[in-house]
């Protein structure tokens, strides 16, 4: 597919996991793209544009999109990964966590579109994703105030959808499931039992596996592609049904 042909887009947390697998999706469609991350490794290499940035400040964010412009010359479409995770019921985190994961998680997304915003406005094409997740949607242990963060990233995405469709933006976002993804595995090498962790999520999902990187990219392509220009609004499901069917 080419798709993406002349196009230029910019993934954050794009260095790894869901985001890298995006990244690789839109260049191998055709997109010019531009990775923003806090650290890179090899799996971010073959985009176009590696730029340093931390979603969580302000000056970094404006500053990355100020890179990406004067490199690229525009901004097509915007994928807001980026994103941190917390375990614990609300006794666990403090408030310096909460400040934290919200900051990422949430007015990181505010802050980068932001930015972006007056190079989308020149879009014929424009298309902002967001990544969200199932946890905005249904209750799990030990996860509360990332899903706090979620839920608002849901919300917030049907916000932005409304705020831009007259001025030719469409925003979704793409619920995944569990994801087989460096930071699920990090959860798993901290558990006192990691095969037994693994097992317990693999088993919440109905279709008794992870969700791969590679799967939650094609959505997000999905959803961003100039093929899909009657889709906005919409929050597309990647979770093995975990959200909506029962099998047992």
């Keep these: 597919m080419n798709d993406f042909d002349g196009l230029v887009a910019v993934v954050t947390g794009g260095a790894s996991g869901i985001g ?11 997109a010019s793209v ?5 650290a890179y490794s090899a799996v971010s290499r073959g985009v176009t544009l590696d730029v ?6 302000r000056h970094s964010t404006d500053a990355a999109i100020d890179i990406v412009g ?3 010359g525009a901004i097509d ?41 007056p190079l989308l406005l020149k879009s014929s094409h424009a298309s902002i994703v967001n990544t969200c997740s199932v946890l905005a949607d249904i ?10 963060s979620k839920g608002a990233v849901r919300s917030l995405t049907l916000a932005m959808a409304a705020d831009f469709i007259k001025q030719g933006i469409r925003v979704n976002a793409v619920t995944p499931g569990t994801a087989d993804t460096p930071w699920v595995q990090r959860l798993l090498d901290q558990a006192p039992d990691a095969e ?16 791969t990187a590679d799967e939650i990219a094609f959505a997000i392509a999905y959803l961003a592609s100039p093929l899909s220009a009657a889709t906005t609004g919409t929050l597309l499901a ?6 909506s069917i029962r099998v047992g």
């Design 20 to 30: 890298a697998a995006t990244a690789t999706q839109l260049r191998d469609r055709g």
């Design 34 to 38: 531009a990775v923003l991350d806090r």
């Design 52 to 57: 340093p940035c931390d979603v969580a400040d």
């Design 70 to 72: 004067n490199a690229l």
């Design 77 to 117: 479409i915007l994928i807001n990964n980026a994103g941190i995770g917390a375990s614990g019921d609300v006794s666990q985190n403090d408030d310096d966590e909460w400040h934290r994961v919200l900051s990422v998680n949430v007015i990181g997304i505010a802050r980068i579109t932001r930015a972006a915003l």
């Design 139 to 148: 209750g799990v242990p030990q996860r509360a105030l990332y899903s706090a």
């Design 196 to 211: 037994a962790a693994a097992t317990a999520l693999r088993a919440r999902q109905p279709m008794g596996r992870l969700v």
């Design 238 to 243: 990647v979770d093995g049904g975990m959200a």
